[in-house]
């Protein structure tokens, strides 16, 4: 069993992409999605996921009421794929709704038992998340590392309200976009349209950056022969993304991001209000929201009346969008970006 952690709100669109890749999903909670994957498909989750925040292995499941049953159900586990001499360590305990709820406690006992059945030493990091609800305890050694699967490597610098790689792939992917005509108008340091070549052309996200689990027992091998696989399927063509905003300092930043990711977008200064939009394609963009940006969605409408012909699917803080742009979205999606509750509203129907 695989966890893939995701940001609160969207775990939709990591079980669409996952069940896309072939995998069965069993479940999802609040920011998990439960895969039925096993040990060795921990180097394809970290290479290819694009929505996802971390790949985490679930190592076993059991229930406990007391810090003696958890102690005994953390012996109990197979750890036999972690090699004496590993380093380990409980990373991260959480617990609702459960008669265990001192997390320092519960790291404690848990280590103990960890420790009694491994010699911890110095050498490979095997990080233990532990999540207990309702009694109901799951434990999962993360696999991608300190770092999580939203750093991609090209973005350097980051524009004042910068959106996840993660986010903004998952946006893309909630509005079903592949390989067509996109425009995004709010383009900031340009995460959307980067994310959006990246996908069209194939380019898998950590194709460039390492994992914690590369070292691990008997995945060394299987990470340099997807890398090697995934480079030879990168599609040599550029799509057509175009992506504006305002602030030529910002967009500056989005060319040298888009050169780190080897990829080509027009990229252009304009203001969102005089855009004219030819043939059909999607709108997929995260305008920017606050009091100082009150005069963007009060010209927002702007965008549908000079683009008629185009799907648009856009984050805003207003649930009630239909009274700015006058017409009700097909579908809402709420989540949170940056502790702040979203809404990703999508006009499919033009």
Known sequence: MIILTSTLGLEGAVALEVKNYGYRITHSESGKVFVNADYQDIPFMNIHMRSAERVLFVVGRFTAKSFDEL?????????????????????????????????????SVAMKAVASSLKIGDGAKYPIFINIRKDEVVVAVDSTGEKGLHIRGYRK????????????????????????NLIDPFCGSGTIPIEAAMMAKNI???????????????????????????????????????????????????????????????????????????????????????????????????????????????????????????????????????????????????
């Open 71 to 107: 102690y005994d159900g953390m012996k109990s586990l197979d750890w036999s794929f972690i090699p004496d001499g590993s380093k380990v360590w409980i990373a991260k305990a959480r617990s609702v709704s459960s008669k265990l709820f001192a997390e320092r406690s519960i790291q």
């Open 157 to 180: 610098k980051y524009s004042k309200a910068p959106l996840r790689e993660t986010i903004a792939a998952s946006l893309l992917i909630l509005a079903r976009y592949k390989k067509g």
């Open 204 to 350: 898998a996200p950590g194709i460039k950056r390492n994992f914690i689990s590369e070292i691990w027992m008997d995945l060394e091998n299987i990470y340099k022969e997807l890398r090697e696989k995934a480079l030879n399927e990168i599609k040599d063509f550029d799509p057509s993304i175009t992506c504006s905003d305002i602030d030529e300092n910002i967009l500056k930043v989005a060319r040298e991001n888009a050169k780190r990711a080897g990829i080509k977008i027009e990229i252009l200064k304009r203001d969102f209000r005089k855009m004219r939009c030819e043939g059909k394609g999607k709108i997929i963009t995260n305008p920017p929201y606050g009091k100082r940006m009150e005069g963007i969605w009060r010209d927002f409408r702007k965008l549908f009346q000079n683009c008629t012909e185009w799907e648009k699917h856009f984050v805003s803080p207003f649930k009630n969008i239909y009274k700015i742009v006058g017409k009700a979205p097909d579908k809402s999606i709420p989540f949170f970006n940056s502790g702040i509750k979203v809404f990703f509203h999508q006009y499919y129907r033009i």
